[in-house]
């Protein structure tokens, strides 16, 4: 291995930069991951897999059999990902209210969009803006330009 990468190198071959790509884009992307499911501060759930996530594990029709069986193994509070988005789950009425009706206004905006999207945009569509002071008013004035 050693001397057939060595006469690679030697013969001016493109091919060593092959060899040295792989391995530093592998230990790139490992880095990113693990630092990134580190700084999500998310509850347990079944493990994914890099990139498609739990995508494999759930088919749709048969989607509220497996978030039965995850709810049962790990709480009625759990997560999962679906390719690069997390899904969060909330499967008991009790933590459906202590959530959405107690603590509703921490928890009702929605994710931010795109780079691309803010900035063609400009954030002033109601479906981009998080929940807020701003939305509110857009939210009354477009409803009271459907009542008029």
């Known amino acids: 291995m050693t001397s057939s990468l060595y006469q690679i190198i030697n013969n001016n071959s493109p091919g060593w930069v092959f060899y040295l790509l792989i391995p530093v884009v592998l230990v790139i992307y490992l880095v990113f991951e693990t630092v990134s499911k580190r700084s999500r501060n998310y509850p347990d759930g079944p493990k994914s897999s890099p990139l498609v996530g739990n995508m494999f594990d759930v088919s749709v029709p048969y989607l509220h059999l497996k978030l039965t ?62 929940y807020g002071t701003q939305f509110r008013a857009v939210t009354h004035r477009q409803m009271s330009f459907e009542t008029s």
């Open 69 to 130: 069986e995850w709810s049962r193994k790990y709480g009625d509070f759990f997560a999962f990902t679906m390719a690069s988005t997390a899904v969060v789950v909330l499967s008991s009425p009790d933590v459906l209210n202590d959530l959405i009706v107690k603590k509703g206004q921490k928890y009702s905006s929605r994710p931010l969009p795109s780079p691309q999207a803010a900035l063609i945009t400009q954030n002033a569509r109601i479906v981009n803006m998080p």
